[in-house]
């Protein structure tokens, strides 16, 4: 059995983070650390977290043993993240 994040709900995922974005507060020097108090994190599901500083978006794997298998996502490869999500949003197999 496959367990996973549909593509729809990665998308509103995707969504309500970039909604965060927008609204956040954006710092001149990209210093993130993970657990800052100043970041938006957010529990995405299955261990998977994302969380924002003001300019990079880092997801990664958190199962209670601390961060591991971090992306750093820079915005432009977000947006791109974003219009692959939309693209597949309603593909099923």
């Known amino acids: 059995m496959k367990v996973g994040i549909s593509a729809s ?53 958190d199962n209670g043993y601390g961060p591991h298998d971090i992306i750093f996502l820079e915005p432009q490869v977000f947006d791109a993240l974003l219009n692959y999500a939309q693209k597949i949003k309603n593909w099923r197999v």
């Open 9 to 61: 709900s990665l998308t509103d995922c995707f969504a309500t983070i970039k909604k965060r974005i927008l609204n956040a507060p954006v710092w001149t020097i990209n210093t993130m650390k993970l657990g800052d108090p100043n970041n938006i994190k957010e529990y995405l599901g299955d261990s998977v977290y994302a969380e924002f500083d003001g300019f990079e978006l880092a997801l990664y794997l």
